[in-house]
Each structure stands twice: as structure tokens, then as C-alpha cells.
């Protein structure tokens, strides 16, 4: 069973920034594709920022220039986001997931998720 633990995000004002931490742990063989994700009051869960274990990111449109996602690849176990340029629009609660594969099985694991909110 793979743990996800979320540190960082909270309060900023416009214009402003943070930095979201998520660690995995527990019986880990392999962890491929690890992201961001974030729900706003009313809407739908959305992708916010991806990265391969190969370093390939994807990001939200919204998103795109502002935001920076990065992952430690020494262990490949802890994946980050950093919020720069905040906007109120960004005001959501950011969830991090993670593909664990163990043999042909894929696996994906959600953090508890902590909010972040934009004060204009």
C-alpha cells in the first residue's frame, strides 16, 4: 500500500506563490506518472500539471508559465509543485497522484489534499 503525504500550499495573495510537496511511501516497486490536480467549489476535479518518470511535464492551460512541476528522481518518490503568478482563480483544494506499477498492474493513489487559497 502506497501513502501519499501533501505538505505546503495554505494562503497567498495575488501575485504571489507556494510550493506543494508530496511524498510517497510505503511498499513501493515503481512510480511512473505523478501530478497535480485541484478542485474548485462546484466544479469538476482538473488536471493541473503532470510528469513522467522521464521527466516529461503537461500542464493546464491556465496553468501553463506559472506553475512548475518537478519530481525527485534519486528516489522517484516525491513529486512538487510551484505556484508562482497566483491568481483568486487558482483557489482550489490540490490533490497530487501518483501511477504505482507493481509488475503489469498499474495502480493510482490520491494524497488527502490541502487548500490553497488567493486572497486579490
Known amino acids: 500500500q502506497v501513502r501519499l503525504v501533501e505538505s505546503g500550499g495554505g494562503l497567498a495573495q495575488a501575485g504571489g506563490s507556494l510550493r506543494r510537496s508530496c511524498v510517497a511511501s510505503g511498499g513501493i516497486f515503481r512510480i511512473n506518472t505523478m501530478g497535480w490536480y485541484r478542485q474548485a467549489p462546484d466544479k469538476q476535479r482538473e488536471l493541473v500539471a503532470t510528469?513522467?518518470?522521464?521527466?516529461?511535464?503537461?500542464y493546464a492551460d491556465s496553468v501553463q508559465g506559472r506553475f512548475t512541476i518537478s519530481r525527485d528522481n534519486a528516489k522517484s518518490t516525491a513529486v512538487y509543485l510551484q505556484l508562482t503568478s497566483l491568481q483568486p482563480e487558482d483557489t482550489a483544494d490540490y490533490y497530487c497522484r501518483v501511477e504505482h506499477q507493481i509488475g503489469t498492474g498499474q495502480f493510482e493513489y490520491w494524497g488527502q489534499g490541502t487548500q490553497v487559497t488567493v486572497s486579490s
Open positions: 510528469i513522467t518518470r522521464d521527466g516529461i511535464t503537461k
